[in-house]
Nanobody, 125 residues
Framework: QVQLVESGGGSVQAGGSLRLSCRGSGYTASAYCMGWFRQVPGKEREGVAAIYTGGGDDYYDDSVSGRFTISLDSAKNTHYLQMDNLKPEDTAIYYC??????????????????WGQGTQVTVSS
């Protein structure tokens, strides 16, 4: 069973930076989609970024492209989300996720199997 543990949320002023970490354990599939999602109360969860151990270009939502960077340290089973030039509209609960990558390069299931506990990111103006 894959388990994901997040860390790194917090409060920052607009223009600041934060880095989220997601340490995983129990990986058994040959390849995984690993990503970050966020949710604001009353709104649907949205995908922010994804990285693929089975190949494919990194994915970024248009709202964060050029400001956020997803990365993976395979030796540590940890993926990261570096968030720069943060904006108040980035305020949300951020969740890391993982899912076996079985559909080919850059393609993941619409429903991811494994989720972190969530961490609050608050950006003040």
């Amino acid at each position: 069973q894959v388990q994901l543990v997040e860390s790194g949320g917090g409060s920052v002023q607009a223009g600041g930076s934060l880095r989220l970490s997601c340490r995983g354990s129990g990986y058994t599939a040959s390849a995984y989609c690993m990503g970050w999602f966020r949710q604001v109360p009353g709104k649907e969860r949205e995908g922010v970024a994804a990285i693929y151990t089975g190949g494919g270009d990194d994915y970024y939502d248009d709202s964060v492209s050029g400001r956020f960077t997803i990365s993976l340290d395979s030796a540590k089973n940890t993926h990261y989300l570096q968030m720069d030039n943060l904006k108040p509209e980035d305020t949300a609960i951020y969740y890391c996720a993982a899912d076996p990558q079985i559909y080919g390069p850059g393609t993941c299931s619409p429903e991811w199997a494994y989720w972190g506990q969530g961490t609050q990111v608050t950006v003040s103006s």
